[in-house]
């Protein structure tokens, strides 16, 4: 049960990363003159300069995002391989 839930941590990492950025660039394109009046800058009036910042942030976003899953899901499986060998040699 244990590989089960960690191997769907991964695939849902495997599926939201590309499928965050995406979005994150759509809503950029979308949306461009809310970037440029929060930014106050008229470059990203241009649909496709705002789709690429968005696909940036998007991608800074979901780096970050999916980084921290599998970092925290390393972490734990090093733990519990640490636990096994410290349980093989004092058992010994």
Known sequence: MKYFVINSFRLMVY???PAFILYAGATGYI????F???LGSDIFLNK???AA???FLGWVIATLAA????TLLDIRDDVNDLLRIAEDK???
């Open 90 to 92: 004092f058992d010994k």
């Open 48 to 50: 496709y300069v705002s």
């Open 15 to 17: 599926l939201v990363y």
């Open 53 to 55: 910042f968005g696909l």
């Open 36 to 38: 440029a009046d929060r």
């Open 67 to 70: 980084g921290l899953i599998i």
């Open 31 to 34: 949306n461009g003159e809310v």
